[in-house]
C-alpha cells in the first residue's frame, strides 16, 4: 500500500531511520517544535535503513553529507538546519 509516512528525529549530526526501499522523500519541517520529515513510502516493499546528516547554517561541509533534501527553520526561524541523505542503503 502507497501512503505517506511522518518521521519526527532529533537534532543531531547524523541519524538513521527504517522504512520501506525506494521511499520518496516529500518535505522536511518543523512541526509543533519538533523537526519532522515525510516521505511516500509503499508498505508492501521490504525495510531498510536510511541514513541522514544534519548541518546547521554556517556549520562546515566535508563532502560526505550525500544528496540535499532541504532546509528548515526551528524555533521561530532562531536556527536553521539542512537535511542531507547519505548514499549508502542497508537492508533492515
Request: glycine share 10%; hydrophobic share 40%; charged share 25%.
Amino acid at each position: 500500500m502507497k501512503t505517506i509516512w511522518k518521521f519526527p528525529f532529533e537534532i543531531t549530526d547524523s541519524f538513521s531511520v527504517v522504512m520501506p526501499i525506494d521511499s520518496q522523500f516529500l518535505h522536511v519541517a518543523e512541526q509543533h517544535s519538533k523537526a519532522c520529515m515525510w516521505y511516500g513510502v509503499d508498505t508492501d516493499l521490504p525495510d531498510c535503513l536510511y541514513y541522514f546528516v544534519l548541518r546547521g547554517t554556517g556549520h562546515k561541509l566535508d563532502g560526505t553529507e550525500g544528496r540535499f533534501l532541504g532546509t528548515f527553520m526551528m524555533y521561530g526561524g532562531d536556527l536553521i538546519f539542512h537535511l542531507f541523505e547519505r548514499k549508502e542503503k542497508n537492508g533492515a
